[in-house]
């Protein structure tokens, strides 16, 4: 069966350097009817499950650690069984919401993660955060990339542990490299594309 992509908005609240606020966040979900992967683990376990509906979930991987998108990780992997995946570099972000409990593998950049005949290809994207990374898909024509790239451009780095210079680089050197006509799957907000974004750096 061909992998396919599910989506839904959650809500919540995302806090750092002492601020909190009102956020909408993507959640994506790569698999067919059999077996998926969850990206990124927004707010509420009970509406991500709601999403995977009984399918064996192979692994929850983090595009990085802020609260808004690793606060419930741990408890969906109880709810699970699956794995956390996370780029090690995001250790001081994930103690921030986690400093009991880690997670379970480390991320690394072009390492490949199968599910559903789909190979989802990791890219060190740091600058939102040291440890971000974007998840690309040859076989569905697009990439997965948190908070590193939206419509309109490169994600915030106005915060603790974010550097603008990086997270330009970063585009430039993995993202820009990708066709055009690829699909950016974001953190938050509208689908974009490569080719859109080009123009946007800023």
């Not at 995302?14 to 927004?42: K, R, Y």
């Not at 794995?83 to 991320?107: C, G, K, N, Q």
């Amino acid at each position: 069966m061909t992998a396919r992509i599910d989506h839904v908005q959650i809500s919540g609240t995302f806090s750092l350097d002492g601020e909190t606020h009102q956020v909408d966040n993507n959640l994506w979900v790569v698999g067919d009817d059999e077996e998926c992967i969850v990206i990124d683990a927004p707010h509420s376990v009970d509406d991500i499950l709601a999403v995977v509906a009984g399918r064996n979930v192979k692994a929850i991987i983090c595009t990085h650690a802020h609260d808004d998108h690793v606060r419930v990780a741990p408890a969906l992997r109880e709810a699970t069984g699956a794995p956390i995946l996370l780029h090690p570099d995001d250790r001081p972000l994930w103690e921030l919401t986690h400093p009991d409990e880690l997670w379970d593998a480390d991320l690394a950049d072009g390492q490949t993660i199968k599910v559903a005949g789909a190979a989802l290809k990791v890219l060190h994207t740091p600058g939102h955060a040291p440890g971000g990374v974007c998840l690309y898909v040859h076989d569905l024509g697009c990439v997965f990339t948190g908070d590193t790239l939206f419509q309109g451009g490169p994600g915030a780095t106005g915060r603790s542990f974010s550097d603008e210079h990086q997270i330009k680089d970063s585009i430039r050197t993995h993202l820009l490299r990708l066709p055009d006509e690829t699909v950016v799957h974001t953190g938050h907000g509208p689908d974009t594309t490569i080719g859109a974004e080009r123009d946007n750096l800023g």
